[in-house]
C-alpha cells in the first residue's frame, strides 16, 4: 500500500465555493476511486493551500487509469477554475513523508 501527499491551492476567496463542490463529489467518481485501488483520500484546506493525503495500492497506475475516466474528467473540468498552477504550471504537487507512526499490532 502507498501513501501519497500533493499540495494544491486556491484563492483563499474561493473557500465556501472548493468545500460546496466537495460537498457534492460524483457517485460514479468515488466509485472509479474503489476500482483503481484507492483506500482513503483526504483534502484538508488552511489559508488558500490544500494538502491531499492518498492510501492506494499503486498510485501510479490509479492516475493512468484515471485520467482517462470519464469522471474523473468530468469532475476536473468542474474544479479547473478554481485550481492555481504552481512554477511548473501543475496544479498539483508532490511532497515527500517526513515521518510516518504505525501502531504495533498487539
Known amino acids: 500500500m502507498e501513501h501519497v ?6 484563492d483563499p476567496a474561493d473557500e465556501a465555493e472548493y468545500f460546496s463542490r466537495h460537498g457534492r463529489v460524483y457517485p460514479e ?5 474503489r476500482q483503481v485501488g484507492i483506500h ?4 484538508f484546506y488552511h489559508e488558500g493551500l490544500l494538502f491531499a493525503y492518498m ?4 498510485y501510479e497506475a ?3 487509469t484515471l ?3 470519464p469522471a474523473n474528467a468530468k469532475w476536473q473540468n468542474f474544479m479547473r477554475d478554481m485550481l492555481l498552477p504552481w512554477e511548473n504550471g501543475e496544479t498539483s504537487k508532490p511532497i515527500k513523508e517526513a515521518y510516518r507512526y504505525v501502531r504495533p499490532e498487539a
Do not use: G, N, T
Open 67 to 69: 485520467a482517462d475516466h
Open 29 to 33: 467518481l468515488e466509485e472509479a476511486f
Open 40 to 43: 482513503r483520500y483526504h483534502i
Open 5 to 10: 501527499s500533493f499540495v494544491l491551492r486556491i
Open 55 to 58: 492510501m492506494v495500492e499503486d
Open 62 to 64: 490509479a492516475m493512468k
